[in-house]
């Protein structure tokens, strides 16, 4: 059990550039979620994956974020033409839920990207 | 939208004293969870409750869940410096497929 692994850990950016963020999963985990956090504030969904699928997104993901998820395994995070709004810590977990369940058991985090647009 | 609220935001005491912090939800749940995370970190799941459980320990944790009051509360006993961190409350809702995180307590644990 290696952890979750997020690349990269800082980001900075320019207004307007697109930047896209990595997560490795723990490897036998089926779900994968996006979340974005800001200072004094806490974690705030984003998205989901079980397995490939993409089976939420919240009302904050606009048309400029993009989530795919591969093969089930790795899942890269896309924003394009970045705002200063979207300066957060973007976290990244995994969980393994048995495919009859529905609830959600503890959540692995991994370190997170902090993304800053200048 | 964040479910839980918890209190205090932030909370100060001296090493070896105890920490409590409460959180408040809206809905009906499946579990509530709580999670640590230090300065510029990942969060770590520390305790999950069920809802047909009112209370639970692991170590120096004990949490307790009143679901008809909806709230639950974390208490943290003899603290040590390490525990200085944010906490959260979690909530899985019997609705959702998604934990939905509160704003968080701030303890500083002073040795």
């Known amino acids: 059990d290696t952890g979750v692994s997020q690349n990269p850990r800082h980001k900075i950016t320019k207004r307007g550039q697109n930047v896209t963020f990595r997560c490795d999963p723990i490897?036998?985990?089926?779900?994968l979620y996006w979340y974005r956090q800001t200072l004094g504030q806490g974690p705030e969904f984003l998205t989901y994956?079980?397995?490939?699928?993409?089976?939420?997104k919240s009302r904050l993901l606009s048309d400029r974020f993009s989530a795919e998820r591969p093969k089930g395994s790795f899942s890269t995070l896309e924003i394009q033409r970045t705002e200063q709004g979207d300066s957060a810590m973007y976290l990244c977990?995994?969980?393994?839920?048995?495919?009859?369940?529905?609830?959600?058991?503890?959540?692995?985090f991994g370190s997170g990207t902090q993304l800053s647009v200048l | 939208s964040q479910q839980g609220e918890e209190d205090p935001q932030a909370l100060s005491i001296q090493e070896g004293e105890n920490a409590t912090m409460n959180c408040s939800y809206k809905?009906?749940?499946?579990?509530l969870q709580w999670y640590r995370q230090n300065s510029g970190r990942g969060l770590v799941h520390l305790i999950l409750?069920?809802?047909?459980?009112r209370e639970k320990h692991s170590g120096r944790l004990r949490v307790t869940l009143d679901t008809s009051k909806k709230s639950s509360s974390l208490l943290i006993t003899a603290s040590r410096a390490a525990d200085t961190a944010s906490y959260f409350c979690?909530?899985?809702?019997?609705?959702?497929?998604?934990?939905?995180f509160g704003a968080g307590t701030i303890l500083r644990v002073k040795s």
């Open positions: 409750i069920r809802s047909n459980e």
């Open positions: 490897s036998e985990h089926n779900r």
């Open positions: 977990a995994s969980s393994l839920v048995p495919l009859a369940g529905v609830t959600n058991e503890k959540l692995f």
């Open positions: 994956f079980q397995n490939e699928a993409q089976l939420e």
């Open positions: 979690a909530t899985d809702a019997w609705y959702g497929n998604k934990l939905v």
């Open positions: 809905t009906s749940i499946n579990n």
